[in-house]
Each structure stands twice: as structure tokens, then as C-alpha cells.
């Protein structure tokens, strides 16, 4: 029950419509389930080798006993037939939406074989042995139906105990019949799938198609020889040519990738060392104007430095009362040695030394010009 629980909760998500991206439509989300180990240890068996049914008469579960649950001891059989070539997730959705359509269920997976595939739809990339073993390691296959018939008989329903048959409600035209489901329907035993828009198998092969020449030069990249990816030698040798030209590209576009980002690193670099030195510019700015500047500290050194100089070698002002020329002292006596005349000598004035001859005063010079 707890996996049937957590089947329905994502059984809950939309079906994609026509036209869609494969997006779940705004505001849809998957609800949280609880941990557990739900994983199955071995692939779901053939019916062709199990034990056969008991021998009670086959008697079909109607619409409403199955939904309301039957007892654990008789699940509602629930067949769902396909190729299932490319086995992909729209093959396991479709099987997960018919193993949850009832409480019980028994889901039986009936896969066509080679022959008739290839009669009534075309030719399949993995043969019918590939197919068989795919859809029975899916975790929601209870039993395989191998070389299942293409349109479903009352005696194949009947020998299988089939309640209901599993499958989109899209009219299925193939051999002759515009719907191969139809009798099915009108019989009550037809329970409707959604198909997963976006994949399937003749999708995945277009792809393949679209891009030959990739996955040419994948397989060949990996070891493949030209024969067995049936290419001639000529196409061989392009794509050889092709996958060097590419390298080189690669090559080219990863030096382009390194070299911006060196250069990126070198602006990062370059823009915090401007960054730095705008920093340290303005601190030494500052320095060198408050040492140079109009009012800078040289300025002061200087200033202070030519007072003390002019200070230092300038003489003493004279008093402002100064004496008349009458009242001035003598004025100083030189030191003639070549005069015999003596006169008493004046004191020496602070400025000359004591040194031997005679000494003249002005006023006396002035008398011997007059005589």
C-alpha cells in the first residue's frame, strides 16, 4: 500500500498536452513521500513459465468491485500490450498509470514479436529478445506476455483471466481495423491511459536521422570501424577529417577561454594596484604639501632660519636720541707711524688694538690742511 501511495502521488503530476515545452503547468509540484525501499530484486517472469492458474472458472471483476479493491488473494488483471522498441520513460509512465488504475492490480505486459512488428508497424531497432528483457525489468511489470497477438481474442482474455485491457484512448488503426481496441471498449474492459507527449520511439529515431553524421563520428571516435557503421571509405576519412578540424576548434575556443581569463585577471589586478596607488598618490600628496605648501612647514623652517641669520649679522639699531656733531665725542685717532708728532693719546676705541706710533685725530688733520 505504501508504494501505491507514493505511485499515486506521482501519478498526480499533469499529463503533458499538445504543444507544450514538457513543463508541469505554474504552481504544480510533486508532494514529499516517505523513504523507503520499494525496488524489486528480480525482473517480473514470463507467463509461459509459471505455474498454470487455479482451476476455478474465470470470472471478471466489473468497474466498480475494482476500484472499490479486491481481496489480496485476487488482484484485478490488468493486460497492457506494445512494441516497446527503444524502451523509454513514455513506456514506463504508460505501465506505471496501468498498475495504478486499481488498489489490486496485476499488471500482465504483452510484447509483440519480430514478425508481426515488422508486418503491421515496420522495422524495429532492438529485436524481440532485446524488447522482452527491457520491459520486464521495469519495476511496475508483474508478468510478460511473449509473441503477444496483435488484435486481443476472447480465448487469449480467457486464457490469461484478463479483467481489463490498459492503453490510450487514441483510436489505434492497424491491420485492416480502424480501431484494434474497439471490441474491447464495447465490451466494458478497456481502462484509458495518458500518453507522455514529447517521447517516443519514432521521436528518438528522428533524432538519430537529424543528426547521422554526430553520432557517425561518435561511433567511430569510440572504435567503431566504418564497416560496421556501414560508411564508405570516402565518408570515413571526411568525418576523420571532420573530428581534427573540431579538436582544433576546441583547442582554439579553450585558449580563447584561458586568455580572457588572464585578462580578467589582469584588470582585477591592475584595478586595485590603481586603486592602491590612488591611495598612497593622495597620501603623499598631503605630506608633500604640508612640507612644501604655501603654509607648509619648509616655509616656517625658512622664515624662522632667516630671522636668526639676519639677526645674527645685522648691528645694533642706534638710539633714537642721537647726538649733535658738536657734541659727539673726538672721533676716533689712527696710528700714523711715519708722524714724529705726539699728542696725548685718547682711549683706544673697542675696535683697534693697542699698536705703536703716533695718532692724529680728524681735527688735527683738518689744522695741518689749513696750514
Same mark, same amino acid.
Given at each position: 500500500m505504501?508504494?501505491?501511495?507514493?505511485s499515486?502521488?506521482?501519478?498526480?503530476?499533469?499529463?503533458?498536452?499538445d504543444?507544450?515545452?514538457?513543463?508541469?503547468e505554474?504552481?504544480?509540484?510533486?508532494?514529499?513521500i =516517505?523513504?523507503c525501499t520499494?525496488?524489486?530484486?528480480?525482473?517480473a517472469p514470463?507467463?509461459d513459465?509459471l505455474?498454470?492458474?487455479?482451476?476455478k472458472?474465470y470470472e471478471?471483476?466489473s468497474m466498480?468491485?475494482?476500484?472499490?479493491g479486491?481481496p489480496?488473494?485476487r488482484?484485478?488483471?490488468?493486460?497492457?500490450d506494445?512494441?516497446f522498441?527503444v524502451?523509454?520513460s513514455?513506456h514506463?509512465?504508460?505501465?506505471m498509470?496501468a498498475?495504478?488504475?486499481f488498489?489490486?492490480?496485476?499488471l500482465i505486459?504483452?510484447?509483440?514479436?519480430?514478425?508481426?512488428?515488422h508486418?503491421?508497424?515496420?522495422?524495429?531497432?532492438m529485436n524481440?529478445?532485446?524488447?522482452y528483457?527491457?520491459?520486464?525489468?521495469?519495476r511496475?511489470?508483474?508478468?510478460? *506476455?511473449?509473441?503477444?497477438?496483435?488484435t486481443?481474442?476472447?480465448?487469449f482474455?480467457?486464457?490469461?483471466?484478463i479483467d481489463?485491457?490498459?492503453?490510450?484512448?487514441? =483510436?489505434y488503426s492497424?491491420a485492416?481495423s480502424?480501431? *484494434?481496441?474497439k471490441?474491447?471498449?464495447e465490451?466494458?474492459?478497456?481502462?484509458?491511459?495518458?500518453?507522455?507527449e514529447?517521447?517516443?520511439?519514432?521521436d528518438?529515431?528522428?533524432?538519430?536521422?537529424?543528426?547521422?553524421?554526430?553520432?557517425?563520428r561518435?561511433?567511430?571516435? %569510440?572504435?567503431?570501424?566504418?564497416?560496421e557503421?556501414n560508411?564508405s571509405?570516402?565518408?570515413?576519412k571526411?568525418?576523420?577529417?571532420?573530428?581534427?578540424?573540431?579538436?582544433?576548434? %576546441?583547442?582554439? %575556443?579553450?585558449?580563447?577561454?584561458?586568455?580572457?581569463e588572464f585578462?580578467?585577471? *589582469?584588470e582585477?589586478?591592475?584595478?586595485d594596484?590603481?586603486?592602491?596607488w590612488e591611495?598612497?598618490?593622495?597620501e603623499?600628496?598631503?605630506n /608633500?604639501?604640508?612640507m /612644501?605648501g604655501?603654509?607648509g612647514a619648509?616655509?616656517?623652517?625658512?622664515?624662522?632660519?632667516?630671522?636668526r641669520?639676519?639677526q645674527a649679522?645685522?648691528p645694533?639699531?642706534?638710539?633714537?636720541?642721537s647726538p649733535t656733531?658738536?657734541?659727539?665725542?673726538?672721533?676716533?685717532?689712527?696710528?700714523l707711524p711715519?708722524?714724529?708728532k705726539?699728542?696725548?693719546p685718547p682711549s683706544?676705541?673697542?675696535h683697534?688694538?693697542g699698536?705703536?706710533?703716533?695718532l692724529?685725530?680728524?681735527?688735527?688733520?683738518?689744522?695741518?690742511d689749513?696750514n
Amino acid at each position: 500500500m505504501e508504494a501505491q501511495s507514493s505511485s499515486g502521488l506521482l501519478l498526480s503530476r499533469k499529463r503533458r498536452r499538445d504543444g507544450s515545452n514538457g513543463e508541469t503547468e505554474d504552481g504544480e509540484r510533486l508532494g514529499k513521500i =516517505p523513504r523507503c525501499t520499494v525496488g524489486l530484486k528480480h525482473p517480473a517472469p514470463f507467463a509461459d513459465e509459471l505455474v498454470p492458474a487455479d482451476s476455478k472458472p474465470y470470472e471478471r471483476v466489473s468497474m466498480d468491485e475494482a476500484k472499490r479493491g479486491t481481496p489480496p488473494d485476487r488482484p484485478v488483471r490488468v493486460y497492457a500490450d506494445g512494441i516497446f522498441d527503444v524502451f523509454h520513460s513514455g513506456h514506463a509512465r504508460a505501465l506505471m498509470q496501468a498498475k495504478c488504475l486499481f488498489p489490486n492490480t496485476h499488471l500482465i505486459v504483452g510484447v509483440c514479436s519480430d514478425d508481426l512488428t515488422h508486418k503491421y508497424k515496420g522495422f524495429t531497432v532492438m529485436n524481440e529478445d532485446e524488447r522482452y528483457d527491457a520491459v520486464r525489468h521495469c519495476r511496475y511489470v508483474d508478468e510478460i *506476455v511473449r509473441n503477444a497477438p496483435w488484435t486481443l481474442t476472447p480465448e487469449f482474455l480467457a486464457k490469461h483471466r484478463i479483467d481489463f485491457v490498459a492503453h490510450d484512448d487514441i =483510436p489505434y488503426s492497424s491491420a485492416g481495423s480502424d480501431d *484494434v481496441y474497439k471490441h474491447i471498449k464495447e465490451a466494458g474492459m478497456f481502462a484509458p491511459t495518458q500518453r507522455t507527449e514529447g517521447i517516443s520511439t519514432s521521436d528518438i529515431i528522428t533524432r538519430i536521422v537529424r543528426d547521422y553524421d554526430v553520432y557517425v563520428r561518435r561511433n567511430l571516435q %569510440r572504435g567503431y570501424t566504418a564497416k560496421e557503421l556501414n560508411v564508405s571509405f570516402i565518408n570515413e576519412k571526411k568525418y576523420h577529417l571532420q573530428e581534427r578540424v573540431d579538436k582544433v576548434k %576546441r583547442k582554439v %575556443r579553450d585558449v580563447e577561454e584561458k586568455s580572457k581569463e588572464f585578462v580578467q585577471k *589582469v584588470e582585477e589586478k591592475s584595478i586595485d594596484l590603481i586603486q592602491k596607488w590612488e591611495e598612497k598618490s593622495r597620501e603623499f600628496i598631503g605630506n /608633500f604639501l604640508q612640507m /612644501f605648501g604655501p603654509e607648509g612647514a619648509l616655509k616656517h623652517m625658512l622664515k624662522e632660519g632667516k630671522g636668526r641669520m639676519l639677526q645674527a649679522i645685522s648691528p645694533r639699531q642706534s638710539p633714537n636720541s642721537s647726538p649733535t656733531r658738536e657734541e659727539r665725542s673726538p672721533s676716533p685717532t689712527f696710528r700714523l707711524p711715519f708722524f714724529s708728532k705726539t699728542s696725548p693719546p685718547p682711549s683706544p676705541p673697542p675696535h683697534h688694538s693697542g699698536a705703536r706710533g703716533y695718532l692724529i685725530s680728524e681735527d688735527d688733520d683738518e689744522d695741518d690742511d689749513e696750514n
